[in-house]
């Protein structure tokens, strides 16, 4: 028994006619007639008789229907699952990621991802503004994009990755009464100085908040972007900076101190994509992403 | 044309709006825009479109970018030239990089000069991809570059070339096997997964021609335009890495294995600027650096 000459008995069953059937099959009538009967000599049995109508079926082919019905969905079912895991087991995932979310929590996120499915290759987009990363997704040019919140999202999907608090990194051996460290301290002119990101970077975007809660404005030393380069300078004593906490893990096993500040710049971190479905290897990463929060 | 309304041109276009802007410098907003206004009427042009979420340049206001910045960095090195006696006066040092060159040398000669002018805050933007050191230096956009060499056409810049960095790969935590040479024989990276930068990219270019003939491949696992995220990337297990011997210092600092490549590859590092056009600022800069470098 074939799955073709199934899906053509079917035809004939749904449609009422072998004609009929025919031509929704885009086979000629002849080519048609063949295969049924080819299917009954195989299975031993009459499935349908012609009746002044048409065809109708036989109490054997009424038997056959639902089970027929079944093989197909089966194999349809069968055919998605392979797919499935062809698309995880070779699967490539865009994702737009803004300022030191692509390192925390998506080096996090990739790790336990590729932890599962090894398969997966994972492109990572640099891109700064969260508008510009709901463009991207909404284009079709990364189908992720992870963002600080509230971001211009339209109507694209939004999911909530958790809250992110940054800590403050400082050179070690750095005297500090107080923990959590009050951001009203850094804000006076004798302050330790501060290495801070790029101007309208939504990194400093979290950290000015703070800072204009406190009601104080930070002593900027340097302004720089280039994570590792700023963790270098702290450790060269040159000021404090912040930091997610992973990285500030980083440059504490590296010899600076890490310490909160109050008030403590958190954000919140969306996952952003288009409606509807989401391949297989996004789902993954939603996955892997809502592991890492609990 | 007053030198005033230079500033407040100039305050609008980097903090993206007239009402930052005038928080920025804590003026009133009337007074500002009207400013703007006395500015665009004396030029005869409009030099921002105002729209709904800010401020967008016209091309004329475009055209006075480099020499609205010129200006007022020659101001504030005439005021300072009178300083120099007693050192340099407060300002803003404001330098272009890529990112692997800010890791290593700059973040040492920034955190050198801090040390010695703590009066004199530094900027460093992130120099991407696509962009011309040498033009964003001759058009007075930055004072100084910090770039791999070769650039394009020179013009009217001074190129210092500082040292040399050599592509080096770092391994994710146990591996690579104990008994694998120094330096790793390119041909032994067949197969290997590699945390790598996107392309186009002139070092992704060249280890690929050595790779291929050498009739290797390696497989990308993760493709990453967060530069910082190589190394975490790495340290994940995500897969290794061909990085700049200024990251992969960092690297080995945190306990990865670090080898040479064979045949080598590297390139020179060089700081530019603008030929006789340094602040004194600038100038303490350069000439700090060129000590260091030696």
């Known amino acids: ?294 | 044309m007053e030198l005033r309304q230079l500033d407040y041109f100039l305050a609008v276009v980097e903090h993206g709006g007239v009402t930052a802007a005038a928080r920025a410098l804590g003026v009133a907003q009337p007074s500002l825009s009207d400013s703007l206004r006395t500015l665009e009427r004396e030029l005869g042009t409009e030099l921002l479109h105002r729209v709904s979420r800010g401020v967008v340049l016209t091309a004329a206001g475009q055209a006075l970018l480099g020499p609205a910045r010129r200006a007022a960095r020659n101001r504030m090195a005439a005021r300072s030239v009178l300083d120099d006696l007693v050192g340099l006066s407060s300002g803003d040092l404001e330098i272009v990089a890529w990112s692997v060159v800010s890791t290593h040398p700059l973040s040492e000669y920034v955190a050198a000069y801090r040390r010695r002018y703590p009066q004199i805050s530094v900027r460093i933007a992130d120099l991407g991809d696509e962009e011309n050191p040498v033009s964003l230096v001759a058009d007075g956009r930055y004072e100084i570059a910090l770039a791999y060499l070769p650039v394009d056409d020179i013009g009217e810049v001074d190129v210092h070339v500082l040292g040399r960095h050599e592509m080096m790969i770092v391994f994710p935590p146990g591996e690579p096997p104990p008994e694998w040479p120094d330096p790793v024989p390119i041909a032994m990276l067949d197969g290997f997964p590699l945390v790598n930068v996107p392309s186009p990219s002139p070092m992704r270019s060249r280890v690929e021609s050595l790779l291929a003939e050498a009739g290797v491949r390696t497989r990308d696992a993760v493709v990453t335009g967060h530069r910082d995220a190589m190394v975490p990337l790495v340290q994940a297990g995500a897969g290794a890495a061909i990085v700049s011997q200024a990251r992969a210092r960092h690297a080995a600092q945190l306990g990865l294995t670090v080898r040479h490549l064979d045949p080598p590859v590297s390139r020179p590092y060089a700081l530019l600027h603008r030929t006789g056009g340094l602040s004194p600022a600038g100038r303490a800069f350069v000439d700090l650096a060129l000590e260091l470098a030696r």
Not at chain 1, 87 to 111: C, E, F, Q, Y
Not at chain 1, 136 to 155: M, N
């Open chain 1, 1 to 294: 028994m074939e799955v073709r000459q199934l899906r053509y008995f079917l035809a004939v069953v749904d449609h009422g006619s072998v004609t009929r059937a025919a031509e929704a099959l885009y086979i000629s009538q002849p080519s048609l007639s063949q295969a049924l009967r080819a299917l009954e000599r195989q299975v031993g049995v009459r499935l349908l008789r012609r009746d002044g109508r048409g065809v109708a079926l036989t109490g054997e082919g009424q038997a056959l229907v639902a089970p027929a019905r079944q093989i197909l969905a089966d194999l349809g079912d069968a055919r998605e699952a392979v797919r499935a895991v062809t698309d995880l087991a070779a699967g490539r995932l865009d994702v737009a990621a803004s300022g030191t979310l692509g390192l925390d929590p998506l080096t996090g996120i990739i790790t336990r991802l590729r932890r599962a499915h090894p398969g997966i290759v994972v492109h990572v987009r640099d891109i700064e503004r969260g508008a510009d990363i709901a463009e991207s997704v909404r284009r079709g040019d990364c189908e992720l994009g992870v963002a600080a919140l509230p971001l211009p999202a339209g109507r694209l999907v939004v999911r909530s990755a958790g809250q992110q608090e940054l800590l403050l990194v400082l050179p070690g051996g750095t005297e500090t009464a107080d923990e959590p460290v009050p951001l009203i301290a850094l804000g006076a002119p004798s302050a330790l100085p501060l290495l801070l990101p790029p101007v309208r970077s939504s990194d400093r975007a979290v950290i000015d908040a703070a800072f204009e809660s406190a009601r104080t404005r930070p002593a900027m030393a340097v302004e720089c972007g280039h994570l590792e380069a700023v963790g270098n300078m702290v450790l060269a004593r040159a000021g404090g900076a912040f930091f997610p906490p992973s990285l500030a893990e980083t440059w504490r096993r590296l010899g600076a101190q890490v310490r909160r500040v109050e008030p403590a710049p958190v954000r919140e971190i969306g996952i952003i994509s288009r409606p509807g479905p989401l391949s297989p290897a996004a789902q993954a990463f939603l996955a892997a992403a809502s592991d890492l929060d609990s």
